[in-house]
């Protein structure tokens, strides 16, 4: 089966980080966008961070700017994003998917719908 495998989650201090891991199982990162999503309970799916397929264009939440960096490592077939600041409103099952448009420029939040291959998630719980 196609899909992510998220890593890194954990429990941290308010103010704390963190650093998420994803990785594919069955198929190469090299022709995908990259998003990060996030699901709080009682709480809707959201972006939180994406990134194109060379690793120049990202796009970020406005809740995680300046605290959240999403990067990728073609050559290790692995995506990341590293957590700073933590915040208890951070607190969520975080998952990784890839863009299935495989479009050369692009990276989009807003369209969850065009992401496919979502992994299990990884839990990052926030104290306050």
């Known amino acids: 089966q196609l899909q992510f495998v998220e890593s890194g989650g954990g429990l941290v201090q308010t103010g704390g980080s963190l650093r998420l891991s994803c990785a594919p199982s069955?198929?190469?990162?090299?022709?995908?966008?990259i998003g990060w999503f996030r699901q709080a309970p009682g709480k809707e799916r959201e972006g939180v961070a994406c990134?194109?397929?060379?690793?120049?264009?990202?796009e970020y939440a406005d809740s995680v700017k300046g605290r959240f960096t999403i990067s990728r490592d073609n050559a290790k077939n692995t995506a990341f994003l590293q957590m700073n600041s933590l915040k208890p409103e951070d607190t969520a099952v975080y998952y990784c998917?890839?863009?299935?448009?495989?479009?050369?420029?692009?990276?989009?939040?807003?369209?969850?719908?065009?992401?496919?291959?979502w992994g299990q998630g990884t839990q990052v719980t926030v104290s306050s």
């Open positions: 998917a890839r863009d299935r448009r495989m479009l050369p420029s692009v990276c989009t939040l807003s369209r969850a719908e065009v992401y496919d291959n």
């Open positions: 069955g198929f190469s990162l090299d022709y995908y966008a």
């Open positions: 990134i194109g397929r060379n690793g120049f264009l990202t």
